[in-house]
């Protein structure tokens, strides 16, 4: 069975990640964001996925967090009241200012944070220019090995931090 992922924020960082991530052994469900024409932009850049309600998150195997980090904490508290968490599921953010404490009274998932020291200018350039670069990886119980899969998955070296 592929690793089903979605990703919530469809910005640079999530739409690399989707690029990267859509097809063989993963799943990419699609994505979930603010605004349905950004959603739609990063779709057409990836050729998968659906715009997303925030309960089909739950049909995820991993959730991505690419969401500026600012707004981290906010989209995690609101999701999680909207839709918790596929029991067993991954969630997981992209922030390297953040550890794990902003999944603080989300239960019933397993946590992360999967960060690339690499520059993010061209989504659908950053599969390539990445090719290889570290990722700093912080996991909750049960996570690291996963989160390990993803990096190589995402063509990334993983550090754990």
């Known amino acids: 069975m592929a690793l ?37 932009r990063a779709l057409q850049q990836v050729g998968v996925g659906t715009a997303l309600a925030p309960a089909e998150l739950r049909r995820a195997h991993v959730v ?3 969401v500026g980090d600012g707004e981290l904490t906010a989209a995690v508290r609101a999701l999680a009241s909207a839709a918790p968490p596929r029991p067993c ?16 009274g989300v239960s019933g998932c397993r946590r992360g944070a999967l960060h690339p020291v690499a520059p993010f200018v061209d989504p659908l350039a950053a599969p390539s220019s990445w090719r ?28 754990d931090w």
Do not use: N, Y
């Open 4 to 40: 089903r992922i979605a990703i919530v924020g469809p910005g640079r960082v999530g739409t690399a990640f989707a690029k990267q991530l859509a097809g063989g052994r993963t799943t990419f469900l699609g994505f979930v964001g603010r605004d349905p024409a950004h959603v739609q």
């Open 64 to 66: 991505v967090f690419a």
């Open 89 to 104: 599921s991954l969630w997981l953010h992209t922030s390297g200012r953040f550890g794990l404490e902003v999944f603080d």
């Open 132 to 159: 290889g670069a570290a990722a700093l990886v912080e996991s909750g119980p049960g996570s690291r090995r996963l989160l390990h899969v993803l990096c190589e998955r995402l063509a990334l070296q993983a550090v």
